[in-house]
């Protein structure tokens, strides 16, 4: 993996952009150059930006038949060489799920960013929830570790895109940026910096593009026309990419390197952000616009002499285990507001012995803040 | 702590609150604000009440949508009367579209009635841009941003053929913003 600075696509300084058309100045900063996808409320105005703004910067855009085409088309390109991403919602965001698989056993670099909506089903196509948290962690079958993060901001919408690839290069992993209706709809001001930090896939002519039987890091990876005899199969394959479908050893191998590649690694990849946590006795646990509600309150109540904290979780996979134990050991209760039926809620329980109160919200609105200070309140 | 307002715009879907809004948002930025901005989405923005919901503040914004409106700007009477409900306690100015909009007596609530829709269709011979003259005229009362940063905002947000019949809209509100009221 090589590091380098470049210089910004747009103009340095302030925008008003939605969260969006933030991810398609974020793709676009970070080096990608290939999207495919199929337009889906509420995320669709990424894919029109991107349309429009490829011009500029000679990068391929293609609108495909459906979802799972879309996949498939990122995940080809990827192995062109290609720095690659697709944005939907929950419904296109199901199809993909073999193709995520096949991305994740394949070890390919991309970026799937989920604006989620009121599901399941096709649900409410307008409005916001958080649902598909599960479906990122667990959607495709078999054991495989991936990333997700949580914007809160369009700042984040476009930042987190840019770390999306980053992260997507370093470990060689299908990254997910969980976006919300009412953070992509959000237009909010959102700083470009002169320069990117950029991260690019290993490459090492002739080295095995699937790790070896010892190695518990991340491949090179070569891409297509690159010179090298290069096998990209979905089934369990060797170091070499040759297909190994019996092979018991060969299998647990691959498995296992897949998955510790993303979880020996978790502590530089997870990311959260405390506020007032110190003297904590009620600690609310967040993310995504939620996180903004909840800030809002905290803060409020703070104002009022209350010793309430929060903790913001940036990434939601690989989970943040060990500070949400830590916290765990201090507060007397931990709230989670939540707009889906507890996903996250069921995570932090496995780490803590103190109590955890849900509010779990699903009606396709926002949580408020005035409702998060109304519970937080009965509780102290 | 800096100063933090809340500013909503209502109306008919179609009447152009969601671009009145945003070209708000921007020239915000442009006076070196923090800002966020939401809108209707979907059926709602297409008829039915539109909102176009700005928060402007001289620090980061925690909460990104309207709580309660320091600066109701209505051009409907039905969008007037869903959002009157919602005004800040203390201090809410209300701007209305005089034709649009009978206001309902409220204490504590200074509202100012403004001839934008009248002035759009005999003035500017455009029955669309009486949301220019709104927003004009609700900055010349407000003062919210600068005069100079709205009108590049409208210039950066507006098609070209339609960028020279919106500017002069704006003036126009401006002017009457100026004229008819001006609380200090």
Known sequence: MTRR??????????????????VAEGAIAAGCRYYAGYPITPSSETMERISIRFK????????????????????????????????????????????????????TPLVIVDIQRAGPGTGQATRVASGDLMQAKWGSHGDYQTIALSPWSVQEMYDQTIDAFNLAEKYRVPVFLMGEEAIGHLRERMEVKPTVDI????????????????????????????????????????????????????????????????????????????????????????????ARSSLFAVDRLRKEGKKVGLLRLKTIWPFADGIIHQIGRVAKKLF???????QVRGEIMKYVACEVIP?????????????????????? | MGELKQIRFCGFGGQGVVLAGTILGYAAIKDGKWVSGSNSYGAQARGGSARSEVVISDDPIKFPHVIESDILVALSQSAYDVYIKNVAEKGALV??????????????????????????????????????????????ITRIVNRQALISSVIENVAERFRDVNVKALEVGYKLGEDHCCPE
């Open chain 1, 5 to 22: 600075k470049i210089d910004s696509t747009l103009s340095p300084g302030f925008y008003y952009f939605s969260g969006n058309e933030a």
């Open chain 1, 56 to 107: 500029d910067v000679d990068g391929v855009f293609i609108q495909m038949e459906d979802e799972i085409a879309s996949i498939c088309s990122v995940i080809g390109a990827v192995w062109a060489g290609a720095k690659a991403m697709t944005v939907t919602s929950g419904p296109g965001f199901s199809l993909m799920q073999e193709g995520i698989g096949y991305a994740a056993l394949t070890e």
């Open chain 1, 199 to 290: 991260f690019d896939r290993a490459k090492k002519p002739g080295a095995p593009p699937f790790g070896t039987n010892q190695d518990d890091g991340i491949p090179p990876m070569p891409a297509f026309g690159e010179g090298e005899r290069l096998l990209v199969t979905g089934s369990t394959h060797n170091e070499f990419g040759i297909r190994k479908t019996d092979d018991p050893e060969v299998h647990a191998n691959l498995v296992t390197r897949i998955n510790n590649k993303i979880l020996k690694h978790r502590e530089s990849i997870i990311k959260t952000e405390p506020y007032y946590l110190d003297d904590a006795e009620i600690i609310v646990v967040a993310y995504g616009f939620t």
């Open chain 1, 336 to 342: 989670v507001p939540e707009m889906n039926r507890g």
């Open chain 1, 359 to 380: 509010y779990n919200q699903t009606n396709g609105d926002i949580i408020h803040p005035h409702e998060i200070m109304k519970q937080v309140r009965s509780l102290l």
């Open chain 2, 95 to 140: 701007i209305y579209d005089d034709l649009m909009v009978q206001p309902s007596h409220l204490r504590g609530v200074q509202q100012i009635g403004v001839p934008a829709t009248n002035t759009a269709i005999h003035e500017l011979e455009s029955k669309q841009v009486a949301n220019m003259v709104m927003l004009g005229a609700s900055v010349a």
